[in-house]
């Protein structure tokens, strides 16, 4: 039987020192598609994964306006 996990978005904080760490979900509207997976940081740019792509992309962070974490 699959396990449903819930997602909680938060406003991202763009000002931040660190508005994302590895593993966190980032989308442009919280719960709207796609949600991607950042794999690593690069400066204000992230690289990115989903279940689309087969290999990361790199996008900066300022094109996401919500941070999702798995609750």
Not at 10 to 17: R, Y
Request: charged share 25%; glycine share 8%.
């Amino acid at each position: 039987m699959a396990t449903s996990h819930a997602i909680d978005w938060v406003l991202l904080d763009h000002n931040a020192a660190h508005p994302v760490d590895i593993g966190d979900m980032v989308s442009v509207d919280a719960g709207g598609m796609p949600i991607y997976r950042v794999v690593a940081l690069e400066g204000r740019s992230v690289w990115l994964d989903d279940e689309r792509h087969t290999s990361a992309q790199v996008i900066p962070l300022d094109r996401f306006r919500w941070r999702g974490e798995q609750a």
